[in-house]
C-alpha cells in the first residue's frame, strides 16, 4: 500500500527445519492468508499466491501447482486472494491451463509473469531463469490461457540471471521486447 500497487505476490516459503508434513505447512500458509487476508484488503493490496516448481517446495515454496494455490486463495475473497500465473514455474504441469480457466473465471489471475526454463540448469537455480524464446516454454501459448481466461492486466517479464544482469541493462530491455514481440504475441 505504502508503494501505491495493488498486489503483493507471496512465496510461501518452505518447510519447517526438520519437517516432513508438507499437508501441515500448507494449512499453516492457509493460516497466514487468514490474518493477511482482510488486512491487505483493508489497504487496498491483494494477496497472489505464487506456486513455485516442485523442486523449492522443501526450503522455499510449499505450494507447487497451480491447483493448489487455488484451493487456498478459493478460501477467501477473489478481490482479497488470487494466483500469480509464473510461466516458469508451472509450464510442466499438464493440468495448469484448466488451472487458468478456473482462476479467470473466479476472478482470481492478479498478476502474469513470463520466464524462460532453460537446460542444463545453472548452479543457483533461482536464478536460471531464460530470456524469453531460449527455453523449452511456448510463451505464446500461455498468454493465450491467461487471455482467454479473461486477464487483461499487465505482463511481467521475470529475468533473474546473472548472465542477463552482467550485460548492459538497456541492451537487455530492448532484447527483452523484441523477444516477447516475436515468441509471446
Known amino acids: 500500500a505504502a508503494l501505491g500497487t495493488d498486489t503483493l505476490v507471496l512465496v510461501s516459503g518452505g518447510l519447517l527445519a526438520g519437517s516432513r508434513d508438507l499437508a501441515g505447512a500448507r494449512e499453516r500458509v492457509a493460516d497466514a492468508l487468514a490474518e493477511l487476508a482482510p488486512y491487505a484488503g483493508s489497504h487496498g493490496v491483494r494477496l497472489a499466491i505464487e506456486p513455485l516448481h516442485p523442486m523449492f517446495a522443501a526450503d522455499r515454496c510449499v505450494v507447487s501447482t497451480l491447483a493448489q494455490a487455488l484451493d487456498l486463495a478459493e478460501r477467501f475473497p477473489?478481490?482479497?486472494?488470487?494466483?500469480?500465473?509464473?510461466?516458469?514455474?508451472?509450464?510442466?504441469?499438464?493440468?495448469?491451463?484448466?488451472?487458468i480457466a478456473r482462476a479467470g473465471a473466479g476472478g482470481r489471475i492478479h498478476t502474469f509473469q513470463l520466464a524462460d526454463w532453460t537446460t542444463p540448469l545453472p548452479a543457483g537455480v533461482l536464478n536460471g531463469r531464460g530470456q524469453i524464446g531460449d527455453g523449452a516454454i511456448d510463451m505464446r501459448a500461455?498468454?493465450?490461457?491467461?487471455?482467454?481466461?479473461?486477464?487483461?492486466?499487465?505482463?511481467?517479464?521475470?529475468?533473474?540471471?546473472?548472465?542477463?544482469?552482467?550485460?548492459?541493462?538497456?541492451?537487455?530491455?530492448?532484447?527483452?521486447?523484441?523477444?516477447?514481440?516475436?515468441?509471446?504475441v
Do not use: M
Not at 477473489?78 to 488451472?99: K, L
Not at 498468454?143 to 550485460?167: C, D, K, M, Q, S
Not at 537487455?172 to 523477444?179: D, Q
Open 78 to 99: 477473489a478481490h482479497q486472494v488470487g494466483v500469480a500465473v509464473d510461466t516458469y514455474h508451472i509450464w510442466w504441469d499438464d493440468r495448469a491451463p484448466a488451472g
Open 142 to 184: 500461455w498468454r493465450g490461457h491467461v487471455e482467454a481466461a479473461g486477464y487483461t492486466g499487465p505482463i511481467e517479464v521475470e529475468l533473474f540471471n546473472e548472465e542477463l544482469w552482467a550485460r548492459d541493462g538497456r541492451e537487455v530491455v530492448k532484447e527483452t521486447a523484441a523477444r516477447y514481440l516475436e515468441h509471446a
